[in-house]
T-cell receptor
């Protein structure tokens, strides 16, 4: 059974700083997703990581996947206030198309 | 990216009444849609997987007679909360699975429906 754990669950940081959110998963997942959710809103797809060593970047966010370590990371570079949101990672079970969700990381970036 | 719409965005109803929520994929066909609920400050909880032309698959603990799902076409799935009670108040989010042009499927999420049962 696939389980997904995110760390940390809550993060408050100053603008301009760097930080990494970690996503560990328990068994083989054929792909790993990162989503962003703003308060009261639905989810926005950020990245889909398909293979070992995959790295994707969009602005100040960079996601990577290490399938051997069963670890994905979301790295924030020089954080800005607009990145404040809750970030979810999710593993994927191809057998039934379900996403298995992490608990989410609430990120607050202070000016 | 692909667009998924939900209607209504917010509904307040009296206890005992039924509420229908629609989920539409606007620019792609979705044989599979998913219904989630989310309580404040919690992650998403999958309620059911909706398959076009067949019965939905419900997760353990979700009452199929209370949460009726109909996926009548490749672009529309509906969730009906029957005899709603205050404990059903939640944020309901649907997603639609886009198979992807290059074989990389992605779930696109609707904007969510906030249900408040008085």
């Amino acid at each position: 059974e696939l389980k997904v754990e995110q760390n940390p669950l809550f993060l408050s940081m100053q603008e301009g700083k760097n930080y990494t959110i970690y996503c560990n998963y328990s068994t083989t997942s054929d792909r790993l997703y990162w989503y962003r959710q703003d308060p009261g809103k639905s989810l926005e797809s950020l990245f889909v990581l398909l293979s070992n060593g995959a790295v994707k970047q969009e602005g100040r966010l960079m996601a990577s996947l290490d399938t051997k370590a069963r670890l994905s990371t979301l790295h924030i570079t020089a954080a800005v206030h607009d990145l404040s949101a809750t970030y979810f990672c999710a593993g994927h079970m191809d057998s039934n198309y379900q996403l298995i969700w992490g608990a989410g990381t609430k990120l607050i970036i202070k000016p | 990216g692909a667009v998924v719409s939900q209607h209504p965005s917010w509904v307040i109803c009296k206890s005992g009444t039924s509420v229908k929520i629609e989920c539409r994929s606007l620019d792609f066909q979705a044989t599979t849609m998913f219904w989630y609920r989310q309580f404040p400050k919690q992650s998403l909880m999958l309620m059911a997987t909706s398959n076009e032309g067949s019965k939905a698959t419900y997760e353990q603990g979700v009452e199929k007679d209370k949460f009726l799902i109909n996926h009548a076409s490749l672009t529309l799935s509906t969730l009906t909360v029957t005899s709603a009670h205050p404990e059903d108040s939640s944020f309901y989010i649907c997603s639609a699975r886009d198979p992807g042009a290059l074989g990389v499927p992605t779930q696109y999420f609707g904007p969510g429906t906030r249900l408040t049962v008085l």
